[in-house]
């Protein structure tokens, strides 16, 4: 016996809901077949809530009983909370993953791949991509930032000042501009960063979100956050030695 499901989301000129169209797509990989009413107006949605005494759409029903909106019906087929939930460190992997397969795919395009330079590539990278989390919006960063890096919280400017030097560093690794330009730059901001965490997690035990890969994200301040101004630290060495 086919499966049946009747599914009101809001479809206006100026608005798709997005969570009318993932409920179809949820409801019709369980195997139901969707009778679908899209909502062509402001008006007719307002009147289909004061109808069925409801306060958001889409609104899912199932053999006459109503389940409600995409949240209620991930829940009715027993499925996790959509979206990530809480603190998460996957921001920052898929930036080190995807700079990594960069600088392996920049490698391998030169005859050169796994030799130090696809490390140094990965790093540089990864302080560019990361220097861009950041500059999306500054204002946030700097909120997060000066709550736990010592130099920001006695100067705010340098709140603001990080993110390009940052990018500088990466760029300036990238086209391998002189040691000395750069290398200073890495040393500092990776020793500042390096010795904040330290700080601010292992000794002062405070439970803060890192501003690494902007100022509204979950990820959580910790080994991550130390790895990345390590990154710096060693980066600023091996310029200086080789």
């Known amino acids: 016996m086919t499966k049946s499901a009747q599914l009101y989301r809001m479809a206006t000129d100026d608005h798709i809901c997005p969570f009318g169209l993932k409920s179809k797509d949820l409801l019709e990989r369980e195997g139901y077949k969707v009778e679908d009413h899209p909502l062509n107006s402001r008006q007719e949605t307002e009147t289909f809530k004061q109808q069925h005494q409801v306060e958001t759409t889409p609104q899912t029903f199932i ?21 990530q939930q809480g603190t998460t460190y996957t921001p920052v992997l898929a930036i080190f993953a995807v700079t990594f397969l ?18 140094e590539l990965f790093v540089a990278l990864t302080m560019a991509v990361l220097a861009i989390q950041k ?29 390009f030097l940052e990018a500088f560093v990466g760029i300036g690794m990238i ?12 040393l500092f901001i990776g020793t500042v960063g390096a010795i904040s965490v330290i700080k601010a997690v292992y000794i002062d035990k ?37």
Do not use: H
Request: charged share 15%; net charge neutral; with cysteine.
């Open 175 to 186: 086209a391998n501009l002189a040691a000395l330009v750069i290398a200073p730059i890495s």
């Open 63 to 83: 053999d006459g009983k109503r389940i409600g909106g995409y949240d209620a019906l991930r829940d009715y087929f027993g499925k996790q909370q959509a979206g």
């Open 102 to 119: 960069l600088s392996v795919a920049f490698t391998y395009a030169a005859n050169n791949v796994f030799s130090m330079k696809t490390i």
């Open 206 to 242: 405070r439970e803060l979100k890192c501003a690494c890969v902007g100022g509204d994200s979950n990820v959580p301040l910790g080994f991550i956050s130390l790895t990345e101004n390590l990154f710096m630290i060693a980066a600023g060495l091996w310029m200086l030695i080789r």
């Open 135 to 163: 500059l999306q919006d500054l204002y946030s960063f700097s909120n997060s930032f000066i709550t736990y890096d010592l130099v920001a919280m006695k100067v705010v400017p340098y709140a603001y000042v990080y993110p």
